[in-house]
């Protein structure tokens, strides 16, 4: 099987355009979230126990106060950062080889952090604060994004395995699985509101067409032939579901008093 594409310089000169574009977008809204926000902050938790093992454990300790506001253009700048550092000279020539070979490493990089710190955000919104619960949330979404860059390393778009991919996707499904229980609210009457849904809702959606590009880009199907298709659907679906989160929690608890 052919294990390369090569790409013409029209192609090159419009990933570097595009990757130009998400930058500066990404950067723009990270920038007006900053200038806009106000100081609406969700207490980051933790339990100690004050005795031996098995006795009830202390007073709930706040740890710190999480700004969202920060958060969010925490998430932004980070994809404005890894699209500005892609189009660098020497950079770009490297991502540009990646992509002939059909890979690109950067984008899960930058996804493991990214894409982990908005399910955070999201884990937040109806009532995860336990610090420990917080950061198995971020380590598991990071390892299911890490499970991409593996499939990429080790598969070739055609007839791959799928191994990676469904570990990928049971590890992907954990938080939220997590999040949605505590939107259920089993045994009480708290009910979160009703902005909390739609970010649930629309996000869970945003992350699941990631996947889906995935395997329409493996199983070579339609225009996914072309690897660099999917490359600029993974660009187009990260501006796409970073925005809409950002201005779903801006709308929802960031709007100047």
């Known amino acids: ?18 990757n130009a574009a998400a930058a500066l977008l990404h950067l723009l809204q990270a920038v007006t979230v900053l200038s806009l926000t106000n100081d609406f902050s969700i207490p980051v938790t933790a339990m100690f126990l004050e005795g031996p093992p098995g006795t009830d454990p202390g007073t709930l300790t706040t740890l710190f106060d999480f700004r969202i506001g920060w958060g969010v253009a925490a998430f932004l700048l980070m994809s404005a950062a890894a699209h500005l550092i892609l189009i660098m000279p020497r950079i770009f020539t490297w991502y540009v080889g990646q992509l002939e070979t059909r890979r690109n490493y ?9 894409s982990s710190l908005m399910v955070v955000i999201i884990a937040m919104l109806p009532g995860i604060t336990e610090v420990s619960a917080l950061v198995a949330l971020f380590g598991v ?9 593996v499939m990429e ?34 045994g009480s009457s708290a009910q979160p509101p009703a902005f909390v849904y ?26 996914w032939r072309n690897y660099i ?3 600029n ?15 779903q929690v801006f709308a929802g608890t960031l709007v100047p008093s």
Not at 1 to 18: C, E, F, H, K, P
Not at 141 to 149: C, D, R
Not at 233 to 247: E, G, P, Q, R, V
């Open 198 to 223: 739609g970010i649930f809702f629309s996000l869970f959606l945003f992350f699941n067409s990631f996947a889906l590009n995935m395997v329409l880009q493996y199983k070579r199907t339609w225009r």
């Open 106 to 114: 950067a984008r899960w990089i930058e996804y493991s952090f990214s």
């Open 153 to 186: 390393k080790y598969e070739q778009p055609g007839r791959p395995s799928w191994l990676s991919y469904w570990f990928g996707v049971l590890t992907g499904s954990i938080p939220w699985i997590v999040i949605a229980i505590y939107l259920w609210s089993p």
């Open 233 to 247: 659907a993974y660009i187009f679906l990260s501006l796409t579901a970073k925005s809409l989160l950002a201005w």
């Open 141 to 149: 979404n990071a390892s299911m994004i890490l499970f991409g860059l």
């Open 1 to 18: 099987m052919n294990t390369t594409d090569a790409i013409t310089r029209g192609t090159s000169n419009r990933l570097r355009v595009y």
């Open 229 to 231: 298709f999917g490359e």
